[in-house]
T-cell receptor
Framework: KNEVEQSPQNLTAQEGEFITINCSYS?????LHWLQQHPGGGIVSLFM???GKKKHGRLIATINIQEKHSSLHITASHPRDSAVYIC?????????????FGTGTRLQVTL | DSGVTQTPKHLITATGQRVTLRCSPR?????VYWYQQSLDQGLQFLIQ???????AKGNILERFSAQQFPDLHSELNLSSLELGDSALYFC????????????FGPGTRLLVL
């Protein structure tokens, strides 16, 4: 079993829909990251969370440390949101920031 | 643009060869990370350097080595290349050694023939 699990693996939505991507992890962490990878391959860091909730534009990320679970929400989705969304955690080793990645959720938003 | 630069963007080479990938971190960032993304393994952490010193090691093969220079740029050396080493290699940087947001470079796409 992977230390970081994401669901769903693939997601197709129509423009304007509310989207939720889930991430569960099995290790103690110091932080959880949501990354976006566009079809060209580039990776952008969207959020880094250690508790609570963060919002940036139409994107909202939440984390529940007790349940070892995080969600990424996209409101009013748009075709330009089409990308792979990757959850990653920094295990709580205390000495370094090695990220452990989920397998990603491929999102396609259609008109 | 994340401020992290990687060269080259693409690299095609043959099995058994050696290549060097280069990364320049964002101005002011002291940590550099190397990641490998292959079709079958996904994204994997290889190694982290902080201010010139190795900080953490992940799934890095013995044929691979890295270093961070005094000017903070980093190089990843891949030797005795195999077909399975074909992948996207990303470098990322952050300010400190622990848990900060990491900024990713555009990646180097390596194809081993």
């Amino acid at each position: 079993k992977n230390e970081v699990e994401q669901s769903p693996q693939n997601l197709t939505a129509q423009e304007g829909e509310f989207i939720t991507i889930n991430c569960s992890y099995s290790v103690g962490i110091s932080a959880l990251h949501w990354l976006q990878q566009h079809p060209g391959g580039g990776i952008v860091s969207l959020f880094m969370l250690s508790s609570g909730k963060k919002k940036h534009g139409r994107l909202i990320a939440t984390i529940n440390i007790q349940e070892k679970h995080s969600s990424l929400h996209i409101t009013a989705s748009h075709p330009r949101d089409s990308a792979v969304y990757i959850c990653a955690v920094t295990p709580n080793t205390g000495t370094a920031s090695k990220l452990t990645f989920g397998t990603g959720t491929r999102l396609q938003v259609t008109l | 643009d994340s401020g992290v630069t990687q060269t080259p963007k693409h690299l095609i080479t043959a099995t058994g060869q050696r290549v060097t990938l280069r990364c320049s971190p964002r101005s002011g960032d002291l940590s550099v990370y190397w990641y490998q993304q292959s079709l079958d393994q996904g994204l994997q952490f290889l190694i982290q350097y902080y201010n010139g010193e190795e900080r953490a090691k992940g799934n890095i093969l013995e044929r691979f080595s890295a270093q961070q220079f005094p000017d903070l740029h980093s190089e990843l050396n891949l030797s005795s290349l195999e077909l399975g080493d074909s992948a996207l290699y990303f470098c990322a940087s952050s300010v400190g050694p622990l848990g900060e947001t990491q900024y990713f470079g555009p990646g180097t796409r390596l194809l081993v023939l």
